[in-house]
Structure formats: C-alpha cells, structure tokens
C-alpha cells in the first residue's frame, strides 16, 4: 500500500510538474502563430531625428512601414519588437518607424508580443501600421492611411536596429 501511494504521489507530482512546462510551450506556439519571433531575441535600436527615409517597393513585393508613436512613459521604456509571421524583422524605440518588404499574400504582424493584426499584401502596395495609445488608454496596432503614413514619416525619427547576442544557449 505504501509503494502505490508513493507511486500515485510521484505520478501527481510529475504531471503538475510538466502542466507549466507544456502551457508554456503553448503559449510560445501562439505567440508565433499570432506573427511574433522567439522571445529570447533582442534589439539594439538606435533613431536619427534628422533622418526620415522612404523606402522602395521591389518588384513583384508590397511594402510595410510600423510606426511607434509611444514616448518613453518611464526612462527605461523597451524598445518594441515587430514580427512578420513568426519572425522578429525590426524594432522601433519611442517616437521611431522602420520599413520592410513582404511578399504577397495574407500576413500575420505582431509587435511586444501583445498587438497583433493580420492584413493581406498585395505587389506594389504600401501600409503603414501605428503603435499607439487608444483613447481608452489601451495600446493598439492600428492600420493607418497613406496620407497619415506620410505624416509620421516626416515628424517621427528613422530606426535602425542590430540583434543583440543571445544570451540563451539551447542544449
């Protein structure tokens, strides 16, 4: 009697050990399926204020800007990470916006893990994405128009960003 309660105890333990491990998993897979990258990967992002480039469609792609019209709300505000369909491509900081080419088709774009949209391309496209306060007070990804695309281009500064080392080293 005593090995089978033993051998019950071992078994429960096991199975509340392995529930976080595998809703965590899960919620990675989400994460990636709603458009983000792996959260181990960071940004180096630095903005030029003066700089305030356009970028080319390339043939046979559209083109992708994400502004960030979020101000640091504390000294060490984050940068804000921006994934395409699984995959970080970009980072903005502050008052910032980047530019990306994607191909056609129906895509997933997610920004800190928490704002996702899904929009469809189309070759020789533009759209312009917006990080930014809600007037609810939430934080939105929000589909601007052209005309306000241009608009930020010219009052937000230009981001560039390098991936930092990993510090995660898989076994």
Not at 40 to 49: A, C, G, L, R
Not at 148 to 161: D, H, K, R, W
Request: proline share 6%; hydrophobic share 35%.
């Amino acid at each position: 009697m005593v090995t089978r309660l033993t051998t019950k105890t071992l078994l429960l333990l096991l199975v509340a050990l392995a529930i976080p491990a595998l809703a965590h998993a899960q919620d990675e897979a989400a994460e990636r399926a709603a458009g983000c990258g792996d959260k181990n990967i960071q940004f180096e992002v630095k903005t030029d204020k003066k700089s305030h480039p356009k970028g080319q469609v390339e043939p046979g792609q559209a083109l992708v800007y994400v502004f960030n019209n979020i101000s640091g709300i504390s000294p060490g505000y984050p940068s804000s990470r921006v994934g395409l369909d699984g995959t970080w491509v970009g980072a903005n900081y502050k008052k910032s916006y980047f530019y990306f080419s994607v191909a056609p088709g129906t895509h997933n774009l997610c920004a800190d893990k928490k704002l996702v949209t899904t929009f469809t391309a189309a070759p020789g496209q533009v759209y312009y994405f917006k990080i930014q306060f809600h007037h609810s007070g939430a934080i939105g990804l929000d589909e601007i128009s052209p005309a306000e695309g241009e608009l930020q281009i010219g009052e937000l500064a230009f981001s560039t960003f390098t991936q930092k080392p990993s510090t995660f080293s898989k076994p």
